[in-house]
């Protein structure tokens, strides 16, 4: 898995519908629904005539979850839900990609609500690791 500053990502071997449909079946066994699924390929298509690779947005909430840090902060729903993008990459296979809620919850800078981003980014990590990987390259030192 790679960590970006403000995401985690997995490059899988499946094919991009295949992957939509993994991820989706993997967030749930974490208690996370999907929202909302926005298909970025299709929306940039019609409103600016753009072609690009297959790309989609989900919105994961679980929502015991996202009541607590609801109940805790209120405006925290600016910051919701969890952001997972599932993109095809031109020759490299599907990435996918969620949001890091530690990195997101880090706005907020109150410690309760520190504490519920980790299992939150916990959660997110275990789905994304039930998907297949594509292996990496072995680095070779001289």
Known sequence: MHQHTYGFS???PLAYTEAV???TAALKTEGFG???SIDVQATLKQKLGADMPPYVILGACNPPL???ALTAEPE???LLPCNVIVYAD???GVTVSA???EAQFSLVQRADLAELAVEVRARLQRALNQLPVVAEPVSHSV
Do not use: K, N, S, Y
Request: hydrophobic share 45%; proline share 5%.
């Open 10 to 12: 997995i490059t899988t």
């Open 21 to 23: 449909e993994a991820v």
């Open 34 to 36: 999907v929202l909302t």
């Open 66 to 68: 996202a009541h607590r």
């Open 76 to 78: 925290i729903g600016l």
């Open 90 to 92: 031109q020759g490299q």
């Open 99 to 101: 949001i890091d809620p």
